[in-house]
T-cell receptor, first 109, second 116 residues
Framework: GQNIDQPTEMTATEGAIVQINCTYQ??????LFWYQQHAGEAPTFLSY??LDGLEEKGRFSSFLSRSKGYSYLLLKELQMKDSASYLC??????????WGAGTKLIIKP | ETGVTQTPRHLVMGMTNKKSLKCEQH?????MYWYKQSAKKPLELMFV???????ENNSVPSRFSPECPNSSHLFLHLHTLQPEDSALYLC???????????????FGEGSRLTVL
């Protein structure tokens, strides 16, 4: 079966750096997405990786290793507003999105 | 005005009621989706519409009935639901299903459904 694994919850300190990992086993690969979802709000697109390597976008970066079935989202200079759930999703060979259960990130002062 | 608007934001219904969820997108997209989000579970795709035509029904029980009158509007009609159907129902849109695109999804804020 197809599976996306990410930690259920993580805690980090304001101003610090946190890395949220995502591992996947899917039938084929056509890209990996990260979305952010604040409590009670809509998920919003953060990043898309289809080739190996690091994509940097401001304080957020996303890394992909297709050979390892692995990605991470790196958040730098954490702010209280970064407290949210982070969803990892992979497009399989049929271009269907397979979702992880999300990682709830708690930022402490 | 947000790109994807869902109403109502909250809905409480009994198992014998009939209600509908509404989604409207103002982004000019051609593909629309219904997802179910339950606590600590992955998003579950329910239905996909592309240019008003249903392209996917993910083995969803018939007590959920979608309707897409045009590319901007999507409804989810609910009847004789079960308590386990209580969840957040998210609507999303994307430019289209063209595989050349990344397929970034734009979500609404969801309708929180409670079935008593």
């Amino acid at each position: 079966g197809q599976n996306i694994d990410q930690p259920t919850e993580m805690t980090a300190t304001e101003g610090a750096i946190v890395q949220i990992n995502c591992t996947y086993q899917t039938s084929g690969f056509n890209g990996l997405f990260w979305y952010q979802q604040h409590a009670g709000e809509a998920p919003t697109f953060l990043s898309y990786n289809v080739l190996d390597g690091l994509e940097e976008k401001g304080r957020f970066s996303s890394f992909l290793s297709r050979s390892k079935g692995y990605s991470y989202l790196l958040l730098k200079e954490l702010q209280m507003k970064d407290s949210a759930s982070y969803l990892c999703a992979v497009k399989d060979s049929n271009y269907q999105l397979i979702w992880g259960a999300g990682t709830k990130l708690i930022i402490k002062p | 005005e947000t790109g994807v608007t869902q109403t109502p934001r909250h809905l409480v219904m009994g198992m014998t009621n009939k209600k509908s969820l509404k989604c409207e997108q103002h982004l000019g997209h051609n593909a629309m989706y219904w997802y179910k989000q339950s606590a600590k579970k992955p998003l579950e795709l329910m239905f996909v519409y592309n240019f008003k035509e249903q392209t996917e029904n993910n083995s969803v029980p018939s007590r959920f009935s979608p309707e897409c009158p045009n590319s901007s509007h999507l409804f989810l009609h609910l009847h004789t639901l079960q308590p386990e159907d209580s969840a957040l129902y998210l609507c999303a849109s994307s430019q289209d299903l063209d595989r050349a695109h990344t397929g970034e999804l734009f979500f609404g804020e969801g309708s929180r459904l409670t079935v008593l």
